[in-house]
């Protein structure tokens, strides 16, 4: 029988404010445990929640990108159960009304571009963490992340393979880097997705039993746990089993899922709106200063680069996973006096390789976007030569220096004076007569020979074609 | 005596230097000791309340006056405090002490208030007797074989005693009016949002409200002024600063109307608690208030609905009481689950069990529409009850409990007899209003009888300007109980 898969994804998106949700603490990543819980995130006796608004500022902009209706008033609901981590004993979710309903993504597929609808996003506090090691048969608890704005982003079930979900993933995880609204660092866990997966004979139109698929915290592992969930149910059925509905967890270490709890053993989470906290708005005015500042999004970003700068389709590509790459892109090409082939050349090769070398993130580079530029403009317009513009590159990646500086200070000129160049040529025919002879009979490799010699002896500095050209001419031409 | 003077006349002593606050607050801190047999506190900080007095005589020398400089007062055990144990009646918090100050705390503190200790509560706020506090029953001053009232009960009865002039509640049903009641006081519940919940222990979040208790209308107003206003840190607080003493006071009683709910002058409530209040009223009446009848038809259901939507509440509130960061912790837990299980089932009392269980029950998955819903449906339309009263008049009055302070014991096995209690006053925190219990008389057996005042949400003025020009005629908040002169 011909199976097919039905995949819907819930992603939770760290929302990058300075501080926690429903506190004035610090979100930052790394700090030693529990330095950076306050009282409220602890959940000391008597303390109370206070909206950070920037949180939901964040999340409305993410509804307002996605075509979805912003809620002009949502609530806040407690989720009850207990757990270590959960210093509350519930957590302040978004039930009934979320702040985000509707809206779609849509992703590119072997058959076509296909819209992935989204059922809504929902603001919440995270938990903190529990620490299994290293305790002595005790449990370690980290409330540092405890009340970190989260907005959990639920798709309806639109996918039908792991790769479909591997894409939606994407150009959810592009997308919330542009809002600049999540910093999508999936080893910190700023981008965390939940999958539920089913499978049906295909033409069939009721859904199968779903299982949740849990810790699925990279893209890699996003494929290959569906993959292996579908397998799973797969073969259990035809086995004449029949799948249950629950949670389980991927291994990665094992590559298999296994279960965490049944649907018997499912929470009665007691939902009910929270007292502490008056309904949520968001004004008309709020969606226009919105919309307003809205930056633009992949797609249109995708096209455009297409568009404006000639980009190849897997340039461009490149380009919007990347919001930040794509901003230095741009830069270097106004610095580059409009130059983009060459820029994207430099971008994607010499500048991409020397930070995967040095493992460093395009907002590290150490060259910036307008040095980059500047030599590419000195390429371009025939000061320095290709040979050179590596040389300056590799030197401004060592030290901060104004290109034009560096040219002068290390002379780095490309010579163009006519007589100095044919003078040095003269010398390496008469270096290296048997060379010479071989053009002259006709083989023109080796007139490569000759004219790395010249650049040699000039430091660089000939423009090799140049150079090319009159050792053609001097050898080949009939005199 | 220093100690019967009232909250105001004490300021007015303190600033014309009479007396120095290290005398006065030396001298409530001995009464305190002397009849610590009431079980009023539940901890009692000599040392920093003579450190405060004397800062407070240094900042009266230097003429650095603040609305309450030098005056002592006592904190519900509800309120966190950074100083002095918070155990809100529990054995769960037994020894707790928190890391920061309540709002309310602060805000006393800079308006230069001296605090003696921290007053005895049922547990978690949940009772109207005291009865369920961890601590013991406190004794009514008035008799001491009967209940002060609850929660706020030590707070009634220190105050009664003498054992301090004014002292903060919290009311989530009646929690400061009832007390009040029983004890001969003057009691505020503040609209809701007036007074900052921060480090107010949570009972029922959407119910809950500081005020205070003190001898008089005009004491509520001088300590109810310095409690309230907006605070940042509570996001259902109102934006709106404290009225002053003078707002509070001075609203003409002439042409007032005082409605009369036909539902609060029924036979449940005591001949005597009736015969009072209705003399009290003819007194207001004979002062230039106009007396109206008014209804509120569903307030019968106003104790069912309380107690779907405070348990509700209370449920979860209660849940980081785990035994994990704080609080009681089992001996003998051998995992995660029996951490929990045994933590809760000896931190807690039988009367919080009681409302978790309900609490969780009607939020449970097929109940939650039954209950919860429908509650929350009620409690729109007792709200409308009340609106459509104050269409006719301006101050809804009526008796504070349906009896005078019961014996010790008597209810404690009868919960809902015990719930009954609140019949008049927890319909008033359901719409959120603000509410005014104060003495007028006695019942044969010498036990005070309070009236109710309900007022339109944030005008507590009208209340307070009712309730002081009622005691500028009377002197039943003048009456102090024989063994506390």
């Known amino acids: 029988m011909e199976w097919e898969c039905v995949i819907g994804l819930e992603v939770h998106v760290q929302l990058k404010t300075q501080s926690k949700i429903f506190s004035g603490a610090s979100t930052a990543y790394g700090a030693a445990p529990n330095t950076q819980a306050c009282a409220v995130d602890i959940g000391l006796p008597g303390v109370l929640p206070v909206m950070n608004r920037e949180a939901a500022l964040m999340a409305a902009r993410f509804g307002v990108a996605v075509g979805a209706t912003v809620h002009p008033v949502s609530i806040f609901a407690r989720k009850n159960y207990f757990y270590p981590d959960l210093p509350k004993g519930y957590q302040i979710s978004q039930f009934e009304i979320p702040i985000v309903e509707g809206g779609h993504l849509d992703i590119e597929t ?22 299994h090691e290293d305790f002595h048969g005790f449990t370690g608890i980290d409330l540092n992340r405890a009340g970190t704005p989260l907005l959990e982003i639920v798709s309806e079930p639109d996918l039908r393979s792991p790769e479909e979900a591997v894409a939606y993933l994407k150009k959810l995880h592009t997308l919330v880097k542009t809002l600049k609204i999540c910093d999508g660092n999936m080893q910190e866990g700023s981008f965390r997705c939940d999958a539920n997966v089913s499978v049906r ?11 949740e698929l849990k810790n699925i915290n990279s893209f890699r592992f996003v494929e290959q746990a569906i993959n292996f969930e579908i397998d799973r149910q797969i073969t259990l059925i035809e086995d004449g089993g029949r799948v249950t509905q629950e949670t389980r967890l991927y291994d990665p270490d094992k590559d298999t899922t296994r279960p965490m709890r049944s649907k018997e053993e499912a929470h009665d989470y007691r939902y009910f709106p929270d007292p502490d906290l008056p309904p949520l708005t968001i004004s008309e005015a709020d969606l226009e200063l919105i919309r307003a500042s809205m930056p633009e999004l992949p797609d249109a970003r995708f096209a455009r680069l297409v568009k404006d700068y000639a980009l190849t389709a897997d340039e461009a590509s490149q380009l919007t996973q ?11 090409v106004k610095e580059a006096g409009g130059e983009a082939r060459l820029s994207i050349n430099w971008v994607l090769g010499e500048l991409a390789s020397a930070l995967n070398r040095d493992g460093l993130s395009i907002a590290e580079s150490p060259l910036s976007p307008q040095r980059l530029g500047q030599v590419i403009h000195r390429l371009k317009d025939n000061t320095i030569s290709g040979k050179i513009a590596k040389q300056i590159f590799a030197t401004l990646w060592q030290e901060d220096i104004d290109v034009d500086v560096l040219i002068e200070r290390d002379g780095l000129v490309q010579i163009t004076d006519q007589s100095a160049i044919e003078a040095a040529v003269n010398d390496v025919i008469t270096a290296f007569p048997n060379q010479a002879g071989q053009v002259r009979a006709g083989e023109e490799k080796v007139i490569g020979f000759l004219v790395g010699q010249v650049m040699k002896s000039t430091g660089g500095k000939a423009n090799p074609q140049g150079v090319n050209d009159l050792i053609r001419k001097k050898l080949t031409d009939p005199v | 005596m220093l100690h019967q003077h009232s909250l105001t006349a004490l300021r007015d002593m303190l600033r014309r230097k009479e007396v120095s606050s290290e005398e006065l607050t030396r001298h409530f801190l001995d009464r305190i000791g002397q009849f610590s047999s009431l079980n009023a506190y539940i901890a009692v900080d000599e040392e920093g309340a003579i450190e405060s007095a004397r800062k407070a005589d240094q900042a009266i020398a230097s003429g650095q006056l603040a609305d309450l400089t030098g005056l002592p007062i006592a904190h519900k055990d509800i309120f966190c405090t950074r100083r002095l144990t918070t155990t809100c009646g529990s054995k769960m918090l037994a020894g707790f002490t928190a890391p920061y100050d309540a709002t309310v705390v602060e805000r006393l503190a800079s308006a230069g208030a001296v605090v003696t200790g921290k007053t005895n509560m049922d547990e978690f706020a949940m009772g109207s007797s005291n009865e369920t506090s ?64 921060y480090g107010m222990i949570a009972f029922a979040s959407s119910l809950d409200q500081g005020g205070p208790l003190t001898r008089s209308a005009e004491d509520a107003a001088l300590f109810f002024s310095a409690m309230a206003g907006f605070d940042s840190r509570d996001s259902t607080s109102m934006a709106q600063e404290a009225p002053s003493v003078d707002d509070l006071l001075s609203k003409p009683l002439k042409g007032l109307r005082l409605g009369l709910p036909t539902e609060f002058f029924d036979d449940s409530v005591d001949a005597e608690v009736l015969a009072r209040v209705r003399e009290a009223l003819d007194a207001l009446e004979s002062l230039g208030a106009q007396l109206v009848d008014v209804s509120l038809p569903n307030s019968s259901a106003g104790i069912p609905c309380y107690y779907v939507i405070a348990p509700a509440e209370a449920s979860s509130n209660l849940s980081r009481f785990d035994g994990v960061r704080f609080g009681h912790r089992s ?10 299980e045994h933590s809760r089932a000896e931190g807690f009392g039988d009367e919080v069990k009681r409302r978790i269980l309900i609490g969780t029950y009607v939020l449970s998955a097929g109940y939650y529409d039954a209950y919860y819903l429908k509650a929350q449906k009620i409690r729109r339309i007792i709200s409308e009850d009340f609106s459509k009263a104050f269409e006719r008049c301006d101050v809804i009055v009526g008796p504070t409990s349906p009896t005078t302070a019961f014996a010790l014991g008597e209810k404690t096995k009868d919960p809902v007899s015990m719930y009954l209690n609140d019949i008049f006053t927890n319909t008033v925190n359901l719409a959120g209003l603000p509410g005014l219990s104060i003495p007028v008389g006695f019942d044969t057996a010498g036990l005070p009888v309070g009236m109710q005042l309900i007022g339109r949400f944030m005008d507590e003025a009208s209340l307070l300007s009712v309730g002081h020009r009622y005691q500028q005629e009377t002197d039943w908040h003048l009456r102090c109980p024989e063994a506390f002169v």
């Open chain 1, 110 to 131: 072997p058959h076509g571009s296909k819209s992935i609808r989204i059922t809504r996003a929902h603001l919440e506090e995270d938990a903190g963490k529990s620490l």
């Open chain 1, 201 to 211: 004979p295909k033409g069939e139109s009721k859904l199968g039993t779903r299982t």
């Open chain 1, 322 to 332: 990347d919001s930040e790459l794509a901003d230095f892109f741009e830069r270097v």
């Open chain 2, 134 to 197: 961890f601590f013991g029953s406190v004794h009514n001053p008035w008799d001491i074989t009967r209940v002060p009232g609850g929660s706020s009960g030590g707070s009634a009865a220190a105050v009664a005693a003498r054992l301090v002039p004014a002292a903060t509640g919290t009311d989530t049903g009646g929690s400061i009016r009832q007390p009040a009641a029983f004890c001969g006081l003057t009691g505020l519940k503040p609209s809701y949002g007036r007074v900052s919940r």
């Open chain 2, 331 to 340: 001996r003998d837990a051998a995992d995660l689950q029996s951490l929990y």
